[in-house]
């Protein structure tokens, strides 16, 4: 039987991927500072290249990333455990559920659950239908779902998958880097290996920062509108700074009570705003929307997927299709790193049906609920919701709160659960950028996670002052395009991993034959 050594925790030691890593990030901050129309015109162009010449690549790897994940769970590999043979789920399936729920309780939800499907009703993608009309309701729906539904999370699986499999069942490092020694050999061991590393790091930070930006925007958008609080990059600079402050002095402290009161918080505010907004609101077309919405998403799957914009649209591309996937992409190693931490012991086919079903259950949910009740109200109540979010994107959640009882509560609570997700979710980020920066170390220094957080805050901040949310788009799209690369050549690597599987040799195929999978214990 195939068994796994345990990783033990490599040396705390610093090489050259830290160095180079933070030297980047230093530079890129001068960058940013001192010669911001500079930036802006390198990231613009890029942008318009990248996308205009390979943003069917976006596209064509995430929908290759379901189908092979597909393939992973109703083929033989979907019995392989993400551990040895032996092991068996550290947290009950109940447990583990909530656990990965916990992971897609985002800023996201809270920013963009009224603000993308209103602005869709108000401008349907790609002129499919006519805005304000019932058809358009159901497009905004259907595309809402693809920007976080099942794409989202099979990027996030494939990467779960092959850091569970390195770690768990090969013993390996926490590292991008090892996972592809299948398909780069020794090579992983010296400067392509390093620079692989070094491009994880790059694409999490900016995926961090980008969550970092978007949330200082929402929470001062909401102080604004709410309590009549002066605006202006002044006060998101400030949020962003004191939320640095928080998430760095929780990673280094390392307060895993303080950061499961945080978790839990955040999640019974959550169902509580949601049950809140499903029931005072238009319940019924919720429900009736949700269930056309899911049919066309379902049959437009394929072609939705693989549509470019190639007429006339790639600024709408940019500014939806492609920054959500790079986003996606870039968060990658950051959420594969815990859904590899809470699954060791899992069957490869349990880890694709729950990672792939449930968090694209809940947006699906969330999103109707919220962004349902928006297009409700301006298309019956005579509502300005949507003119609204196109005056500010961060007045939508808030517009649509007021259409409901108590608005000032529900608005304080949203705000606070976009501070709960800012903290717990850019703690773990810090731990993650120290970690790959310190050669997989489960314990990075703490001058480490000082560093990675202050360089976290300070990156959101510059981005910010640089040009607000096009800038924070316009960089995470292009820093995450050549991890799109790496993102293929984990699933090759693990592709062929898998078919040298041990639990395949001669001598155990017959056994589990007669035998059958083990069930996991609950």
Known sequence: MAQANSPSSPPNRLGAVFYTSVALCALFVLWATLFTDSLDTATTTALNWITGSF?????VASLAMLGFLALLAFSRFGRIRLGADDDRPEFSTISWLAMILAAV?????????????????????????????????????????????????????????????????????????????????DRVDGPLGKAIDVLAIFATLFGTTTSLGLGALQINGGLARVFGASGGTGTQVVIIAVVTLLFTVSAITGLHKGIRFLSETSMGLTVVLFG?????????FVFNLLVESMGQYAGDFIPMSLRTGIFGELGWMQSWTYFMLA??????????VFLARISKGRTIREFVLAVL?????????????????????????????????????NNAIFAMLETLPWPAVTSVIAMALVLLFFVSGADANTYVL?????????????????LWGALT????IVLLIAGGL???????????????LVMIALAVSLWRELQQDPLFSPEVEPELAATGPKDPKM
């Not at 009224?114 to 905004?140: C, M, N, Q, R, Y």
């Not at 986003?327 to 594969?336: D, E, K, M, P, T």
């Not at 805050?457 to 959101?460: F, P, Q, V």
């Open 105 to 185: 309780m985002g800023i996201g939800l809270v920013s963009y659950g009224v603000s993308e499907p209103i602005a869709h009703f108000a401008d349907p993608p790609h002129d499919l239908a006519a805005p304000g009309t019932k058809h358009a309701a159901v497009v905004a729906m259907q595309y809402s779902f693809f920007d976080w539904g099942l794409h989202a999370w099979a990027i996030f699986a494939v990467f779960g998958i092959a850091l569970g499999y390195s770690t768990h069942r090969k013993g390996r490092k926490g590292l991008i880097s090892p996972m592809l020694r299948p398909l780069l050999g």
């Open 276 to 284: 809140f907004v499903l029931v005072l609101g238009p319940t019924g």
């Open 470 to 484: 096009d800038a924070l788009q316009n960089t995470v799209i292009v820093t995450a395009a050549p991890f799109v």
């Open 457 to 460: 805050g300070l990156t959101a």
């Open 327 to 336: 986003w996606w992409i870039s968060w990658g190693a950051f959420v594969g």
């Open 55 to 59: 943003g069917w690549v976006y596209l």
């Open 357 to 393: 079903g449930v968090p694209s259950a809940v947006f699906f949910l969330w999103f109707t609920a919220f962004g349902g009740s928006a297009i409700f109200h301006d298309a019956f109540r005579g509502g300005q919701i949507a003119q609204a979010a196109a005056e500010d994107s």
């Open 434 to 450: 120290s970690m790959l920066s310190s050669d997989g170390a489960a314990r990075p220094r703490t001058s480490v996670l000082t």
